[in-house]
T-cell receptor
Framework: GQNIDQPTEMTATEGAIVQINCTYQ??????LFWYQQHAGEAPTFLSY????GLEEKGRFSSFLSRSKGYSYLLLKELQMKDSASYLC????????????FGTGTLLAVQP | GAGVSQSPRYKVAKRGQDVALRCDPI?????LFWYQQALGQGPEFLTY????????KSGLPSDRFFAERPEGSVSTLKIQRTQQEDSAVYLC?????????????FGPGTRLTVT
């Protein structure tokens, strides 16, 4: 079966660093995606990992370990606008690359 | 530039009614996906088009759900005889190419409420 786990909620302080973990067990694997979704809005792409290791993009970094079925999203220098749901998704299905999502981690950034 | 657009943004239907949800992908995007997102959950895959061909419809929950993309651009998701469990946000996403290394761009979704 397909299973993606991530924490339901997290709280962090403005200016701090937060790490959102994601573990997955899927029948196929084309890559690991992270999306940000503000309430009532479309998910927006943050990062993509297909090889093991760390990908850095400004204040956001994402890590992947395929052997452990594990990824994390690291957000640095947190801002109030980072309060949102963060969705971990695995691409699978060969060329289709449909995404299977976790339930999302609702991050609240406090002053 | 224009992103993915969807219409209507909100739809209220009485149980048993048919609804049609429209998606305008980014111009030139080959791949188009439909997802269903229940409250507090992540999106769930419904169906996939490559140009006008529906290559994967494994996520459609029942034969009441039907999708088309006749000219390889605009797509319509139709739900017949709506039920309360169909209440959700329906998201459309498009991607510039096929294959697994390309991000999907999502539209704002249509929130369907079945009463």
């Amino acid at each position: 079966g397909q299973n993606i786990d991530q924490p339901t909620e997290m709280t962090a302080t403005e200016g701090a660093i937060v790490q959102i973990n994601c573990t997955y067990q899927t029948s196929g694997f084309n890559g690991l995606f992270w999306y940000q979704q503000h309430a009532g809005e479309a998910p927006t792409f943050l990062s993509y990992n297909v090889l093991d290791g760390l990908e850095e993009k400004g204040r956001f970094s994402s890590f992947l370990s395929r052997s452990k079925g594990y990824s994390y999203l690291l957000l640095k220098e947190l801002q109030m606008k980072d309060s949102a749901s963060y969705l971990c998704a695995v691409g699978y299905g060969g060329a289709t690359n449909k995404l299977i999502f976790g339930t999302g981690t609702l991050l609240a950034v406090q002053p | 530039g224009a992103g993915v657009s969807q219409s209507p943004r909100y739809k209220v239907a009485k149980r048993g009614q048919d609804v049609a949800l429209r998606c305008d992908p980014i111009s030139g995007h080959v791949s188009l996906f439909w997802y269903q997102q229940a409250l507090g959950q992540g999106p769930e895959f419904l169906t996939y088009f490559q140009n006008e061909a529906q290559l994967d419809k494994s996520g459609l929950p029942s034969d009441r759900f039907f999708a088309e993309r006749p000219e390889g651009s605009v797509s319509t998701l139709k739900i017949q005889r709506t039920q309360q469990e169909d209440s959700a946000v329906y998201l459309c996403a498009s991607s510039s190419k096929t294959g697994f290394s390309y991000e999907q761009y999502f539209g704002p979704g249509t929130r369907l409420t079945v009463t």
